[in-house]
């Protein structure tokens, strides 16, 4: 005679106390628990069940998460940059973490290109979304390198002033929540840029095109701008002489902001970045660096504060701080190095070198031999938080 199988309720205790379904867990109990998960894990969690993968998808559950990155200690990705001239490109981009510490870096993310990915300038962060923008060309790419999305946005205006780094701001609108690429373009302009006609225009993500907004008042430089909480902190000069800041509101228009008073219109060394949520110019000066921070509270005029000077062990072509976290500043110098300024004491140390020092793995833990034969290597890096906020989503 066949036996029946056995009911919920005729298993012994032992054993029904191991069979919890993943359904059975409370909504709110749920949603703590994976809200302290990386993104790797949620995105695998999202096909144990429908319930699961809704929760995850929600709107509410990316924002939520994206909360608890930004209170997380932040991470650092590494994106090597191998130099070639056109109209040799690079056939992929690779994007890799890198803890702070130690000489090891992680494969997080790598796209090949069937038409190639050209030379690029200084990557751009916001929320987990990392922009790559070709110098020579209209090429931009937005990654989310955590969970695996990468697009390539459409061609934008033709630019007169091609030849140098394109001019790409990107940040959130914090009226609707929406993720902007801001790009200025140079129509004509003279060889002593006495005459100009410079644009500006939008790329929403999750839109089909780029979007003409205001004109710039002046002409913008091609110093990597800078993003704060709704709006873009662009270097320009109202005249070839005459230094001066812009800040585009991501929801209105471009507005006059103060320049450091050590700001000059020739410096190539000097960076604008952001440094601890503040608005900070690194002023380059041969043996040191000159940590200039904004001061905006939006009630007084803005004014600029000599924060900090550090002092290099070598003379420096480049250099920008791009993180600030448990007292340290943590410097890009050189295209090449990590260093780490403790404030309190003055000291300075290098953390690593990312051509000579770092070990690059593949998720297995394999080695990544990512340089192309004879190429001349360079290495972009940036504060980085994972987050699950999505390109197309948007």
Same mark, same amino acid.
């Given at each position: ?9 005729d ?5 029904r ?22 993104v ?46 056109p ?9 890799f ?9 992680? /494969?997080?993310?790598?796209?090949? $290109? !069937?038409? %190639? #990915? ?10 987990? @979304?990392?922009?790559?923008a ?24 033709p ?25 200025c373009?140079?129509r ?19 839109e ?19 993003? /704060?909480?709704?709006?873009?902190? $662009? !270097?320009? %000069? #109202? ?10 509101? @991501? ?26 949520g503040?608005l ?23 004014k600029?504060?000599?924060?900090c ?62 340089r ?7 290495y ?15």
């Amino acid at each position: 005679m066949q036996r029946r199988p056995h009911a919920r309720g005729d298993e012994p205790a032992s054993k029904r106390q191991h069979k919890v379904e993943a359904t059975d867990i409370p909504d709110d109990v749920l949603e703590q628990v994976l809200l302290r998960l990386p993104v790797k894990s949620l995105m695998h969690f999202k096909s144990v069940c429908k319930s699961w993968r809704d929760t995850i998808a929600s709107p509410h559950f990316e924002r939520c998460q994206l909360q608890v990155s930004r209170a997380r200690r932040p991470s650092m990705l590494v994106l090597p940059l191998w130099v070639m001239d056109p109209p040799f490109r690079m056939d992929r981009i690779m994007f890799f973490a890198y803890p702070g510490h130690g000489a090891a870096a992680e /494969l997080m993310h790598e796209k090949a $290109w !069937s038409t %190639g #990915i050209e030379s690029f300038g200084r990557p751009l962060h916001c929320d987990g @979304l990392i922009v790559v923008a070709a110098a020579l060309s209209s090429q931009i790419f937005v990654c989310n390198p955590a969970t695996k999305e990468l697009v390539a946005l459409p061609a934008g205006s033709p630019d007169y002033c091609y030849g140098c780094h394109q001019k790409i701001g990107f940040g959130v609108d914090p009226s609707n929540g929406k993720y902007k690429a801001v790009r200025c373009f140079e129509r004509y302009s003279n060889e002593d840029m006495t005459s100009y006609s410079i644009g500006c225009e939008t790329f929403t993500l999750g839109e089909r095109a780029w979007k003409m907004v205001v004109d710039p008042p002046y002409l913008v430089k091609p110093m990597t701008p800078v993003c /704060l909480p709704g709006a873009i902190y $662009w !270097s320009n %000069g #109202i005249t070839p002489s005459t230094q001066t800041m812009l800040r585009f509101d @991501l929801h209105k228009e471009f507005t006059v902001f103060p320049a450091p008073p050590c700001m000059e219109l020739a410096d190539l060394s000097s960076d604008l970045t952001d440094l601890d949520g503040k608005l900070c110019y690194a002023l380059a000066l041969n043996h040191t660096v000159q940590l200039w921070m904004a001061e905006d509270d939006g009630v007084r005029p803005p004014k600029w504060l000599l924060r900090c000077t550090i002092v290099l062990p070598c003379p420096t072509l480049e250099i920008a701080p791009f993180s600030a976290y448990e007292g340290s500043i943590y410097l890009w110098v050189d295209l090449t190095y990590i260093y780490r300024y403790n404030p309190d004491h003055g000291g300075l140390e290098r953390v690593v070198d990312m051509d000579k020092e770092m070990s690059y793995f593949h998720l297995q833990g394999t080695m990544c031999p990512y340089r192309p034969a004879g190429s001349n290597s360079v290495y972009c890096v940036m504060q980085y938080s994972e987050t699950l906020v999505s390109i197309r989503g948007h």
